[in-house]
């Protein structure tokens, strides 16, 4: 009997790279040199006129940092990223923003009442007086608890609400998580139900932006630290509060945020119930003070399964 003849596996087709790609990528590169360029000659020729090259270089910024990179960005990112949920917030101008990891199960008075019991303090929503108060507060270095947070968008709205931490009175930095209401029957992937999506991260100092040269706050790369954090004081806060973690409930990943930080998490999803927390005379004052109706509210217990 002759020995049968080996079998043969056919190379994979070479990737074709054709002529227009190339020079697609081309000008892409040598647009981004020349208005690094660009950005350059405008800065170091300015300060040849004296006081009013600075004053043209300052309306430079301000036009290229809140008018120009701002539009391109959404033209593209409108092109580019997808618009369903695949775990992180986006910016107002359409870039990824912070990732989502943390999720509850429970009415909104319930959480209200869970997060100022775990000590933490409703943000300002943004307006011109939060924004001026916040511009104040970090040139002082006066403490402001309820400094507004930049609006980033889940679901496509921005956050319901936020809660932040302020450390040691320094406005620059600060403990904060972002709430947003899930849309009715919406399901988690794997099939979970929850009520809130939150996003926390810690702002460690005042910078700018490496995608938009806007003046934001910069986070601390280990978001999975912040995530705990806002655990741990909830879950301290209030005994009756449960919490269960959605093991892998992403890959786990390195990236950037909106305004170009790092950021990296081990794609754990935890999610806090807090549909057995009691909502006392204090509470009510409290979060009907932000226009929350706490009439009615009855518990919703909610099993997570993946299944």
Do not use: C
């Amino acid at each position: 009997m002759s020995p049968e003849p080996p079998v043969t596996v056919a190379a994979p087709p070479r990737r074709h790279i054709s002529l227009t790609a190339v020079f697609d990528e081309f000008f892409f590169i040598y647009a981004g040199v020349a208005a690094i360029w660009l950005s350059w000659l405008v800065f170091t020729q300015s300060f040849q006129f004296g006081w009013f090259g600075i004053l043209f270089f300052v309306v430079f910024w301000v036009i290229l940092a809140y008018l120009v990179l701002p539009r391109l960005h959404r033209i593209l990112t409108t092109i580019y990223v997808p618009d369903y949920f695949i775990g992180r917030a986006r910016t107002s101008d359409g870039l990824l923003g912070d990732p989502i990891n943390l999720a509850v199960l429970g009415p909104e008075a319930q959480l209200h009442a869970a997060m100022q019991r775990a000590g933490w303090t409703r943000a300002d929503d943004v307006n011109l007086r939060s924004s001026w108060g916040i511009i104040v507060s970090t040139l002082t270095r006066r403490s402001y608890d309820e400094a507004p947070v930049s609006p980033l968008f889940l679901f496509g709205t921005m956050q319901d609400f936020a809660y932040q931490q302020e450390v040691e009175g320094n406005p620059a930095k600060r403990h904060h998580v972002r709430f947003w209401r899930t849309p009715d029957g919406w399901l988690l992937p794997g099939g979970a139900r929850v009520d809130w999506l939150a996003a926390g991260t810690f702002d460690r100092a005042v910078g700018l932006s490496l995608f938009t040269l806007q003046i934001t706050h910069k986070i601390d790369a280990d978001t999975d630290v912040e995530r705990d954090h806002v655990v741990r004081t909830v879950v301290e806060g209030d005994p009756n509060v449960a919490v269960q973690t959605l093991v892998d409930f992403s890959t786990g990943y390195h990236s950037r945020n909106g305004g170009g930080d790092s950021i990296r998490t081990d794609g754990a999803l935890p999610i806090l119930d807090v549909n057995r927390v009691e909502v006392t005379g204090a509470d009510v004052g409290e979060v009907e003070g932000h226009g929350v109706d706490v009439d009615g509210v009855e518990p919703r217990l909610r099993e997570v399964d993946r299944d």
